[in-house]
């Protein structure tokens, strides 16, 4: 049984029980995982130079170990290359995420993405990663936030459902808060100021982590590129600073 594009003209509510059975599954036994060989198919081993063949437990990399600077629709790029160590975390996003590289981490960066397409790319990306894996951290929202005002509950919702799909994988998962906008105008820095406030509670009635970005980056125009939405390479350090330091000292059941 795979996810993989099984879920086209799904809604989220049976996106979300088809992820759960994914891993129901997985977990007791009934379908092999993607980063583990099974035992009835002859698995393809590398010649090495002296003739022997590779033991590493890391799988190869796949598409999605490309670098986040291209677009869902971008153009091929050479693989990540392998890490020294065992990933243990993953961080997928919009394009707020775009610089963000961590020591045995791996970013998924999709630029313009809403909240309902990460959950679709999660959805892709999650039976592919390998068993060290032990955290996720999202960041998204803000495309969400640039539409219409009627769109806010839907954006809720959407988040509702996303973080019970995390929260299946038995993995520990964290919400990256929104960063304020920066001359924008007050209704796009109000949405993302009730958003923030929003998941801040929810993340605490779901018992995950929540990493606050907002304050960090209030007034603080030496953060931000010209267009007063993404950060810029000082903004993306002190993300990346901000992120780290919550992923090693906030626990998520």
């Known amino acids: ?15 979300l029980e088809k ?23 002859p698995q ?14 890391f799988p190869c990399p796949s598409e999605t170990d490309t ?36 020591h ?15 959950l679709a790319k999660v959805m892709d990306l999650i039976p592919s990663f ?11 929202g803000h495309n969400d936030m640039s539409t219409r005002i009627q769109e806010c509950e839907r954006t809720r919702r ?15 998962v964290f919400i990256s808060g929104p960063l304020p906008s920066l001359g924008r105008g007050s209704r796009l820095f109000s949405r993302l100021l009730s958003l923030n406030t929003w998941l801040q509670l929810t993340c605490s009635i779901h018992r995950i982590g929540f990493i606050d970005n907002f304050n960090l980056f209030w007034e603080r125009g030496s953060l931000f590129s010209r267009d007063g939405i993404h950060p810029n390479t000082r903004g993306s350090q002190m993300l ?6 919550a992923l090693h000292t906030q626990t998520s059941d």
Do not use: W
């Not at 086209?8 to 996106?15: D, I, L, Q, S, V």
């Not at 759960?20 to 092999?32: D, I, P, Y």
């Not at 990346?240 to 330091?245: A, I, T």
């Open 67 to 102: 670098d986040c600077f291209a677009p869902v629709t971008g153009y091929p790029h050479p693989p990540t290359p392998r890490p020294l160590f065992p990933l243990t975390t993953v961080i997928i996003g919009d394009s707020i995420t775009r610089d963000l590289r961590f």
């Open 158 to 172: 959407d988040f509702t459902t996303l973080i019970e799909a995390l929260k299946s994988t038995g993995k520990s």
């Open 130 to 140: 390998p068993t060290s894996i032990k955290r996720i951290v999202v960041h998204c």
């Open 44 to 57: 393809k081993q590398s010649p090495q130079p002296n003739g022997k063949h590779s033991s590493s437990s």
């Open 19 to 41: 992820f759960k059975e994914f891993f129901a599954l997985r977990r007791s036994g009934g379908l092999h995982c993607l980063d583990q060989p099974n035992d009835n198919v």
């Open 104 to 118: 045995n981490a791996v970013t998924h960066c999709f630029p313009g993405a809403k909240v309902a397409d990460i």
């Open 240 to 245: 990346r600073g901000n992120l780290h330091h």
């Open 1 to 15: 049984m795979s996810l993989r594009g099984c879920h086209a003209g799904f809604t989220p509510e049976t996106k």
